[in-house]
């Protein structure tokens, strides 16, 4: 950095004194954690006295290391110390350091933990094969990091200890569930061999029925006994529509391609419900009916496995002996499939086992769970072969481009539907070793004389807690639980000092606006729960707060949910990305920082559709109790609220040039768009105070957070809503690996439009019919949960610019550009790091006879593309266009009863007439602008969409493939009159209909989208909430006019 800095033109001396400021500033440390230091010793203390050996890998360097180490007076206690400019030190994740370590202290790596805080730690105890791996989540790595490749997980550095001191025997393999890792003891039984020449097949992924185990005596039997009790109980014969619908061939003695094979239980449950509700019989006299039965039969689903090979364990033994991995990849419930394995002898055999309804898992003919598997055994995709009976099976090696894909004919499939899949095809997997090991080519040895060195211990996968099945007189190879190296996941009952008056699901804005209104009172006891991580006190906090650095949280997934539409039909069946905040502050944290409140007639809009007080002069007052502005308050800014917004200034003559351009091309100047008049082009308000982002976390959280009737919870997952009766009572959650309960006289739902109809649906409220095919007991039928979604979507125009003063050069193509940039930052925040550069922008109407504005412009002095994910590669600018009152509606939906799945998002972009139209004038609009004289010294060629799109159709197929979310999803749970079938919120008191003590407050209560970003209205909604819980008389109306325009008869 000295020698960039020196190369600029600046002086050694001043370099290093700046530096040495800006290394001193940011190494202070947090007050919170020096706290933990006393914690810290104290732990390396217990681990000395329980003769555990301590070192340390480090990429930093030695001397900052051994100052930091005196500094913290731990240094004693580390026995061997490798830092990153050690001589002979390899960079992570190399094994190198770690087997260092462990031959100079005389330890085994196999009784070795290694501890670290990034995916690069884990992966280096994975590639020194030591004991196990600890993630631990206070550094930079977040679950989603770690989790694949470290063993265990934890919050802080302290909870190692009950992990690491009860247990002396690590040399045992690996057993994965559903919920977390075991450690299970092998049974003595040698499988294992020194193959005299490698095999060119390192894993073997098989499916389970029709591939290993007959389907085609079980799920006959099943159905016909299932059809044969409910003629009994209904009188309804329904078995011919049963076999059909359940993939049954025509004489009920064969399965087919079907849902009772391919899918998963609930689903196939919840085919039969749909088929007796044809039939006449109420919804919920069907569940009764099918779960019932079902229940019943489920003893010929457990009876004993029928093999398709007479020597499977032979088949599996010879794959181990040549070196090769063994996992399973079924749809079926992990229950059934751990007993048929362990039937058959087989669970010493398996390395991996993904099953249908494990959390990680995903649908045939997806190559997810492949890719998974040989990511778990560290396994190239190309030294696979997947082995099943479906197409599913063949496709989902074909997705991840495996080595070879070999089709069984002893199943669903026929040799028609499997060969266009597989490279070959087989009648049974009775000698399926011939084609895995090629032997053909070269033979596999016997297995003799087998060395010490040569010996693995494999892998078995089952649940924690089985039993064998009843009758069954097979010799059982079932492990004994050796010990766990996650604590149990029992239920956490909260004590009295663990009852709040509220608790708020959910940091984002709404969220941290409620925190701060609702403990003003002392005697009110709130907790705040949310999903992420602080947003302070992490090395990379500065990308949250430097204004200019949002692309960087809004491009990985460290503070974001980082979701994803199903495909899109209006969009050319696009899967599109959708950023959402997962962080204190929310998607406030994300986003970037510009405020708009929407137009006056949008709340009126509100009222209108049945959310009473909920008009402009109703809402206009908490705008301005909100803010303080920086240009002062009057009829329409705040003077003295928690956030401050800032005035755009840019000297940027781009800038300028859009405004005048604007000007030129008929549209009046608005000297404030979030006041009397939207409607123009003007300078944008930014919610940046003193060169940083004022997110609702900086605003609303920071100032009240030592309070003490405030308590937070971060890095938890909600799982549901706890209910008595009608009344919810609190709040049960992941943390750890472990289920908690807490307690609460209110619950606030606060997560966003995304989060808030999950959490509600995963509680048992929502659309009845739905929630009972995923097994979910209905609390409360409210269909409009997750319905109404709406969503603001933009596309770019984007020209070259012919003289250099964009913002091209400020990435890190010109490294000395953005130290500098960062530089001046850190040290005083001015400069290009500390505004968003969106200091422009304008709304207008797209056509005359419309009201107010329905099109809005952020103007930007670059160019980027994807989401920020694509830099630009010359100088350039760009429009982002989006219309604001779209008329296609989408829908939030569960994939499954497991919080941790993301929902279904589908937005519905571009299904309307109308939306189509105007998402076309608004290219056709901004190129009118472009092409102003304001522009002319600047103007080169168009870049996007490009000389070529001219024609309706061609701009349609350009916004169909270009456009993306503006990120302003809303209205999945909306307020509205309790005559609205669809509504969800009582609009007078933000309750959830039918239900006592649960209420939701965020924008998904919204009943139509607003015209204009969604921040500040967010926590308009949130400031005007909590005066309605605490019981406070509403602010007076607003009296403040709003413009119209003369004349509906022109478009401008």
Known sequence: MTKMLVGEGLKETNVKEILDRVWTEGNVRNPDELKKIGELETLFKILKKNNVRIALITSDNRKGTDELLDELKLTEYFEYVICGDDPDSEPKPSPYNALKICKKLGVDPADTVMVGDTKTDMLLGKSAKLGWSVGVLSGVGQIGDLLPHADHIVEDIEDILPIILPFDDWQSSYVYSSNDRFL????????????????????????????????????????????????????????????????????STRMMHGVLTEGTPSEARGVV???????GIAYQEAIMLVN??????????????????????????????????????????????????????????????????????????SGHNTLLICNELSVNPSKTVVVGDSVGDLQMGGSAFVMKKIGVLSGVGNEEELKPYADCLVPSIENINDIILEKGKSEATDGSGVSDKGRETFSCFQKSILSPASGSGSQMHQPCRSFSTSRPCSVHIASDTERYDFIIVGAGSAGCTLANRLTADRNRKVLLLEAGPRDLWHWDSWKIYMPAA???????????????????????????????GRVWGGSSSLNAMVYVRGHAFDYDRWEKEGATGWSYADCLPYFRKAQTHVLGANDYRGGDGPLHVFRGRSKNPLCQAFLDAGVQAGYPFSDDMNGYQQEGFGWMDMTIHNGKRCSAAAAYLHPIK??????????????????EGKRAVGIEYLKDSGVQKVYGEEIILSGGAVNSPQLLMLSGV???????????????????VGENLQDHVEVLVQQECKQPITLYKAQWKYPHVMIRIGLEWFLRQTGDGATNHFETGAFIRSEPGIEHPNVQYHFLASIINDHGRVSGDRHAYQAHVQILRPTSRGYIKLKSCDPREHPRIVPNYLTTE?????????????????????????RGPEL???????????????????????????????????????????????????????????????????????????????????????????LPRASAPVYKPKSLDSQR
């Open 184 to 251: 299970v003891k092998p049974k003595d039984q040698d499988h294992t061999g020194v193959p005299s020449a490698k095999s060119p097949v390192n894993l073997a992924i098989f499916d389970l029925h029709g591939t290993l185990i007959c389907i085609h005596r079980k799920y006959p039997k099943f159905v016909e006994f299932f059809c044969s009790r409910l003629k009994r109980m209904t009188g309804m014969d329904m078995l011919a529509k049963l076999t059909k619908l359940l993939g049954l061939n025509e004489d």
């Open 273 to 279: 419900v749909e088929a007796l509700r044809r039939e």
């Open 292 to 365: 019932k039965i079902w229940k019943e039969g489920e003893f010929i689903l457990k009876s004993e496995p029928t093999p398709l090979s007479s020597n499977l364990e032979e088949t599996f033994k010879e794959l181990k002996r040549n070196g090769v991995k063994i996992a399973i990849n079924t749809g079926e419930p992990r229950e059934f499939v751990v007993l048929d394995l362990m039937n058959l002898g087989l669970t010493n055999y398996i390395d991996m086992l993904v099953c249908g309804d494990d959390p990680i898992s995903q649908a045939k003919p």
């Open 550 to 580: 949002l692309m960087y949280n809004l491009c990985d997934d460290k503070y974001n949910w980082y979701y994803h539409t199903e495909p899109e039909k209006g969009m050319n069946n696009r899967v599109m990305y959708w950023p959402r």
């Open 706 to 723: 030592s309070r003490p009737n405030l308590s937070t919870k971060t890095n938890i997952l909600a799982r549901r809503i706890l209910f």
């Open 766 to 784: 929502g659309n009845a019919d739905e929630l009972c095919q995923l097994d979910i007991p209905v609390v409360q039928h409210l269909p409009g």
């Open 914 to 938: 109308q939306d189509i139209r105007e998402m076309r004038d608004c290219i056709k609009l901004t190129r009118e602008i472009f092409q102003q004289k304001a522009f002319d010294s600047y």
């Open 944 to 1034: 996007t969409p490009g000389k070529d799109v001219q024609s309706d159709e061609e701009i349609d197929e350009y916004n169909r493939n270009m456009s993306e979310t503006a990120y302003h999803p809303s209205c999945t749970c909306k307020m509205g009159s309790e005559s609205d079938p669809m509504a969800v919120v009582d609009p007078t008191s933000s309750r959830v209909y039918g239900l006592e003590g649960l209420r939701v407050v965020d924008a998904s209560i919204m009943p139509s989208v607003v015209s204009g970003n969604l921040n500040a209205p967010t926590i308009m909604i949130a400031e005007k909430t909590a005066d309605i819980i605490i019981g406070n008389k509403p």
